[in-house]
């Protein structure tokens, strides 16, 4: 087969094999077997249009080769398991790099046990609800902590910075239990926190059908070495026990404080950047009109999305993270006393706002010192949200053109905030230090020059977004192992190794290759 790259195809044109022949030259009735690889969208001329890439068989292939730049031979990705070990493996936590890391490693052949905090899917979407309708905060299970991570309440994006070739994999393992095709060649893929948790079930399933054990509701506390026995020290409704292992996977999410200061007496672990800041929300109209401009009101369109990243006067990045087309604005806190916030999309997309963290880059020097002076920083801004918010999950609204003049709202325009449990109308300006609403509001008038009618004098912001990425990083050594312990991997957004589902997933597929090579000599 041969693939063919960077094709411009018109809004709503689906006869593939006449554009292919058009662009090659050549009759139709010699395109067969057309796989869409790539599509993406071109909206930086008056006229939208996609931007294809396919795979198709023809007659003659090596001449076309020859006389095409465009043209290259066809090779689909292929994983090749390694060998299973006699090693057990015990996974803590299954988000992203815990359920890759352990799908690997029972694809493999390899005994794996998941522990995991939070409750299954079928029991946190219960919780979660109740959070979102009530103000109910089960601190065991929320959008934090929970089967699947704290992605599986998100957009369910797919993006990535990083080219690993294993991104090929988690797509086709997502692809292979149930998620959306598209995301097997949109540029910008998501499968929606709808669409994702059946794809979550599903994989665990499948888990459980080759002997992995899971071990919800459980709380990994403690983990020692005693007579060349590998323990891992467990609490849940049952009480606390201790599971015997060869290899102890953490792959913690970016929320687990209590067990990161637990770990800090044990592994070597260091401060690094991360950033805060508001979620934004516009009308997904607006946004579309935008972006697609004539073209915006095209049923060949989804809502539109946005990325923006500037530099201020004082050189700290603020950008934007996580955008949702057609999303709300949800609680992601694990604890009571502390507010802080994240973005949802379902499949559909289909919701009135676009939502987006705007975030400002913090940096170790700007906060405690220690290795976990990020999340007392953290903490501080979370408390302080919570405080403006009423004491009740109710988050801190206020329109941006109020929080650059440092004033309370007196009331809302057409957009209207969609953060459940609620709102209240308050200044934001006091959540957090001077020098990160200097830099926010230089930073959002930097991105409206960007993209002009970003911000208008109805668009709001909701108060805090603080936990894009873990604030710390375990040590590890080439071998992916902990500084120290050659038996416990560190891996994914909570070891401080990547960010978001994608490169969480690749590096928990890392942490099981390396894993079943360590005993190779």
Same mark, same amino acid.
């Given at each position: 087969?041969?693939?063919?790259?960077?094709?411009?195809?018109?809004?709503?044109?689906?006869?593939?094999?006449?554009?292919?022949?058009?662009?090659?030259?050549?009759?139709?009735?010699?395109?067969?077997?057309?796989?869409?690889?790539?599509?993406?969208?071109?909206?930086?001329?008056?006229?939208?249009?996609?931007?294809?890439?396919?795979?198709?068989?023809?007659?003659?292939?090596?001449?076309?080769?020859?006389?095409?730049?465009?043209?290259?031979?066809?090779?689909?990705?292929?994983?090749?398991?390694?060998?299973?070990?006699?090693?057990?493996?015990?996974?803590?936590?299954?988000?992203?790099?815990?359920?890759?890391?352990?799908?690997?490693?029972?694809?493999?052949?390899?005994?794996?046990?998941?522990?995991?905090?939070?409750?299954?899917?079928?029991?946190?979407?219960?919780?979660? #609800?109740?959070?979102?309708?009530?103000?109910?905060?089960?601190?065991?299970?929320?959008?934090?902590?929970?089967? %699947?991570?704290?992605?599986?309440?998100? #957009? %369910?994006?797919?993006?990535?910075?990083?080219?690993?070739?294993?991104?090929?994999?988690?797509?086709?393992?997502?692809?292979?239990?149930?998620?959306?095709?598209?995301?097997?060649?949109?540029?910008?893929?998501?499968?929606?926190?709808?669409?994702?948790? +059946?794809?979550?079930?599903?994989?665990?399933?499948?888990?459980?059908?080759?002997?992995?054990?899971?071990?919800?509701?459980?709380?990994?506390? #403690?983990?020692?070495?005693?007579?060349?026995?590998?323990?891992?020290?467990?609490?849940?409704?049952?009480?606390?026990?201790?599971?015997?292992? #060869?290899?102890?996977?953490?792959?913690?999410?970016?929320?687990?404080?209590?067990?990161?200061?637990?770990?800090?007496?044990?592994?070597?672990?260091?401060?690094?950047?991360?950033?805060?800041?508001?979620?934004?929300?516009?009308?997904?109209?607006?946004?579309?009109?935008?972006?697609?401009?004539?073209?915006?009101?095209?049923?060949?369109?989804?809502?539109?999305?946005?990325?923006?990243?500037?530099?201020?006067?004082?050189?700290?990045?603020?950008?934007?993270?996580?955008?949702?087309?057609?999303?709300?604005?949800?609680?992601?806190?694990?604890?009571?006393?502390?507010?802080?916030?994240?973005?949802?999309?379902?499949?559909?997309?289909?919701?009135?706002?676009?939502?987006? +963290?705007?975030?400002?880059?913090?940096?170790?020097?700007?906060?405690?010192?220690?290795?976990?002076?990020?999340?007392?920083?953290?903490?501080?801004?979370?408390?302080?949200?919570?405080?403006?918010?009423?004491?009740?999950?109710?988050?801190?609204?206020?329109?941006?053109?109020?929080?650059?003049?440092?004033?309370?709202?007196?009331?809302?325009?057409?957009?209207?905030?969609?953060?459940?449990?609620?709102?209240?109308?308050?200044?934001?300006?006091?959540?957090?230090?001077?020098?990160?609403?200097?830099?926010?509001?230089?930073?959002?008038?930097?991105?409206?020059?960007?993209?002009?009618?970003?911000?208008?004098?109805?668009?709001?912001?909701?108060?805090?977004?603080?936990?894009?990425?873990?604030?710390?990083?375990?040590?590890?050594?080439?071998?992916?192992?902990?500084?120290?312990?050659?038996?416990?991997?560190?891996?994914?957004?909570?070891?401080?190794?990547?960010?978001?589902?994608?490169?969480?997933?690749?590096?928990?597929?890392?942490? +099981?290759?390396?894993?079943?090579?360590?005993?190779?000599?």
């Amino acid at each position: 087969m041969l693939k063919i790259t960077n094709v411009n195809v018109r809004l709503g044109e689906t006869d593939y094999a006449s554009v292919i022949s058009n662009e090659l030259n050549i009759p139709k009735r010699h395109i067969k077997n057309i796989k869409i690889l790539r599509k993406s969208i071109d909206a930086r001329r008056k006229k939208v249009h996609f931007i294809m890439s396919f795979a198709f068989s023809s007659n003659h292939e090596e001449k076309l080769l020859k006389s095409h730049k465009n043209l290259s031979i066809y090779k689909p990705y292929e994983y090749n398991y390694l060998p299973a070990t006699n090693d057990h493996v015990i996974v803590v936590g299954s988000g992203p790099a815990g359920l890759f890391c352990a799908y690997v490693l029972a694809h493999a052949g390899n005994k794996v046990t998941v522990i995991e905090r939070g409750s299954k899917i079928e029991k946190r979407v219960g919780d979660v #609800d109740r959070l979102m309708r009530e103000g109910v905060l089960n601190e065991k299970d929320n959008i934090a902590f929970g089967e %699947g991570g704290a992605g599986t309440f998100s #957009d %369910g994006k797919l993006t990535t910075g990083t080219k690993n070739p294993r991104i090929r994999y988690v797509l086709d393992t997502f692809l292979a239990h149930g998620a959306p095709l598209e995301i097997g060649y949109d540029a910008l893929p998501h499968i929606g926190t709808d669409r994702l948790r +059946a794809v979550i079930i599903n994989m665990r399933k499948e888990l459980e059908s080759l002997g992995t054990t899971f071990m919800f509701d459980t709380k990994f506390v #403690d983990f020692y070495e005693q007579d060349d026995k590998h323990i891992a020290v467990v609490e849940n409704a049952e009480g606390r026990s201790e599971l015997t292992c #060869d290899v102890l996977v953490l792959a913690l999410g970016h929320s687990a404080r209590d067990t990161y200061r637990m770990l800090d007496q044990k592994l070597e672990i260091e401060p690094k950047s991360f950033a805060v800041g508001v979620r934004i929300e516009q009308l997904q109209s607006t946004i579309n009109k935008l972006q697609y401009k004539q073209d915006a009101s095209s049923p060949y369109l989804q809502a539109a999305p946005y990325k923006l990243a500037v530099k201020t006067s004082e050189g700290r990045g603020v950008y934007t993270f996580c955008m949702c087309p057609g999303g709300v604005v949800v609680p992601s806190t694990e604890k009571e006393g502390y507010l802080c916030v994240n973005g949802m999309s379902y499949y559909a997309r289909d919701k009135a706002n676009a939502n987006s +963290a705007i975030l400002v880059q913090v940096n170790p020097e700007d906060f405690p010192e220690g290795s976990l002076g990020g999340i007392a920083f953290q903490e501080d801004i979370e408390k302080k949200a919570y405080q403006l918010g009423g004491h009740n999950l109710k988050a801190p609204v206020q329109k941006v053109v109020d929080y650059y003049c440092h004033k309370k709202s007196e009331e809302l325009g057409k957009v209207k905030p969609s953060y459940m449990p609620g709102t209240v109308l308050e200044d934001i300006n006091e959540v957090f230090p001077e020098y990160i609403n200097r830099n926010l509001k230089e930073g959002l008038q930097l991105m409206n020059e960007k993209m002009p009618g970003f911000i208008d004098d109805d668009t709001i912001i909701t108060a805090v977004e603080s936990r894009s990425s873990a604030p710390i990083r375990i040590l590890r050594n080439q071998d992916m192992t902990a500084t120290h312990f050659n038996w416990v991997y560190p891996l994914g957004e909570g070891a401080g190794y990547s960010g978001g589902i994608m490169s969480s997933a690749v590096d928990g597929i890392r942490g +099981a290759e390396a894993i079943l090579k360590r005993n190779e000599e």
